[in-house]
């Protein structure tokens, strides 16, 4: 009986509205997690650059490999029919067979200029043609032949790289960075070399090298700030821009 009662005089669970008594342990609800306050993707760390290596499709849009046209984009329904499906199957067909069309011409036509040995006017027509994907499968091959560049091909090429390597596409920021190593373990000495000597009125060919080298320093430049906002990214492209921030700092 004694222990019936005291069993009943344990105080019951206070209630949240019930006022602070001093040496009462309250306990705080926890808070549910649809309460918590949500970050974005960024604030995460998330990364945005689209990777190489994917097992499934994730809606690339096929325009964006195309010459940029004035048409307006027509609005896709949010609910679609089978016929409406079925159409849009055939029209993403359409755009990928333009895509692969619009490349094989541009690259027959680079083709065709570099086996007629004329190679500074087959780079300089592939910049011409605005295409991503050309300059990509252009660097594809010079970053393996060392011997063909030269410092008017760095000044026609850095500002390529420069786009490649702020793209949102892991190909071609690798590409890119590939291209740029080349670029800075063959021609930072050079570069450094020519800034200081000062250019000559008398001889030309020396202020040509002063003038080229410092359009050079100048797109080095831009493309060390944009290592240096993406030195921090994760994986295989964050060592990437750490290894290019390294060797792009010998030029200071």
Not at 20 to 44: F, I, R, T, W
Not at 94 to 109: G, Y
Request: aromatic residues 4%; positive net charge.
């Amino acid at each position: 009986m004694e222990w019936c009662k005291s069993k009943q005089n344990i105080p019951e669970k206070p209630l949240a509205s019930d006022p602070v008594v001093p040496g009462k342990l309250v306990v705080e609800p926890k808070p549910k997690v649809n309460d918590l306050p949500k970050k974005a993707a960024s604030d995460l760390g998330l990364s945005t650059v689209i990777p190489s290596d994917r097992q499934d499709p994730i809606g690339l849009d096929m325009n964006a490999f195309l010459p940029v046209r004035k048409d307006n984009v027509a609005q896709v329904p949010a609910t679609k029919t089978d016929a409406e499906a079925a159409n849009l199957i055939r029209k993403g067909l359409s755009s990928m067979r333009m895509v692969l069309t619009n490349r094989h011409k541009n690259l027959e036509i680079v083709r065709a200029l570099w086996t007629s040995g004329d190679v500074m006017t087959s780079i300089n027509s592939a910049v011409k043609m605005d295409d991503q994907a050309l300059i990509v499968d252009l660097l594809n091959v010079l970053t393996l032949k060392p011997t063909l560049w030269s410092l008017d091909l760095c000044l026609i090429m850095l500002p390529q790289i420069k786009s490649l390597i702020n793209s949102k596409y892991e190909t071609y920021i690798t590409v890119g960075c590939c291209a740029l190593k080349v670029i800075l373990k063959n021609f930072s000495q050079v570069i450094r070399s020519n800034l200081k000597t000062p250019p000559s009125a008398v001889d030309l060919s020396r202020e040509e090298r002063h003038n080229k080298s410092k359009a050079c320093f100048a797109h080095l430049t831009d493309i060390k700030d944009i290592l240096h906002s993406k030195q921090h990214a994760s994986g295989k492209t964050g060592s990437q821009f750490r290894e290019l921030k390294i060797l792009i700092s010998t030029l200071e």
